[in-house]
């Protein structure tokens, strides 16, 4: 593992703020409401109940490996994280992901999902998400750090239709390059705590 000074760190970041510092995700509509932003640097500022959240705030994409529960293979996936806020206290949580082939080519959709971030005064993370396949659920967890997280389910909610899944983990980090890893676990069908999904998301807007 290669071992970076902090000039080199330091020069990174500011690389890496140059090429996305000016982007922000479009405006739909003129609202009589706060500006909803993915850049730290425009629009609202963020809420001082957030601080412990901050280096989430930005737009990601990347790939990253997932595993199917139904059939049981290992497949890579491409993926774009939307973390934006407008001033109040949460952040606002949009996922999307595809199949990609062994060529890194688009295959399908796959997986979708949205909600919000929220962290209490005692520094409690709550992680509250919606999902397309028919699913709610409700995470807790805490900071490891000032740039990672692991949180845990507490509640699973399923529709009727909905595509049965068992209670996660998930471990959120910026990683030393500025990227934003994580990793996520899931009880299988035999209770056994399994990977499902892996990904490392460049930051492309914030």
């Given at each position: 593992?290669?071992?970076?000074?902090?000039?080199?760190?330091?020069?990174?970041?500011?690389?890496?703020?140059?090429?996305t510092?000016?982007?922000?995700?479009?405006?739909?509509?003129?609202?009589?409401?706060?500006?909803?932003?993915?850049?730290?640097?425009?629009?609202?500022?963020?809420?001082?109940?957030?601080?412990?959240?901050?280096?989430?705030?930005?737009?990601?994409?990347?790939e990253?490996?997932?595993?199917?529960?139904?059939?049981?293979?290992?497949?890579?996936?491409?993926?774009?994280?939307i973390?934006?806020?407008?001033?109040?206290?949460?952040?606002?949580w949009?996922?999307r992901?595809?199949v990609?082939?062994?060529?890194?080519?688009?295959?399908?959709?796959?997986?979708?999902?949205?909600?919000f971030?929220r962290?209490?005064?005692?520094?409690?993370?709550?992680?509250?998400?919606?999902?397309?396949?028919?699913?709610?659920?409700?995470?807790?967890?805490?900071?490891?750090?000032?740039?990672?997280?692991?949180?845990?389910?507490?509640?699973?909610i399923?529709?009727?239709?909905?595509?049965?899944?068992?209670?996660?983990?998930?471990?959120?980090?910026?990683?030393?390059?500025?990227?934003?890893?994580y990793v996520?676990?899931?009880?299988?069908?035999?209770?056994?705590?399994?990977?499902?999904?892996?990904?490392?998301?460049?930051?492309v807007?914030?």
């Open positions: 593992m290669t071992t970076r000074s902090g000039n080199e760190a330091i020069a990174d970041a500011e690389q890496r703020a140059a090429e510092g000016d982007k922000n995700i479009p405006a739909v509509g003129d609202l009589p409401l706060p500006e909803n932003t993915a850049n730290l640097r425009l629009g609202p500022d963020l809420h001082p109940g957030l601080l412990g959240l901050l280096p989430l705030v930005g737009v990601w994409e990347g990253g490996e997932g595993h199917d529960p139904i059939t049981g293979e290992d497949y890579p996936f491409g993926q774009q994280i973390v934006s806020h407008d001033g109040g206290n949460y952040l606002c949009e996922s992901s595809w990609l082939d062994e060529d890194g080519a688009y295959v399908k959709p796959d997986l979708r999902e949205s909600g971030w962290i209490g005064e005692d520094d409690t993370v709550e992680l509250l998400l919606t999902h397309a396949e028919g699913s709610i659920e409700l995470y807790y967890g805490r900071p490891l750090n000032q740039t990672s997280w692991n949180l845990t389910t507490d509640v699973n399923r529709t009727e239709t909905g595509t049965h899944t068992g209670a996660a983990k998930r471990l959120y980090g910026l990683v030393p390059d500025g990227d934003l890893a996520e676990e899931r009880l299988d069908t035999d209770g056994d705590l399994t990977p499902r999904l892996s990904a490392k998301l460049k930051r807007i914030g």
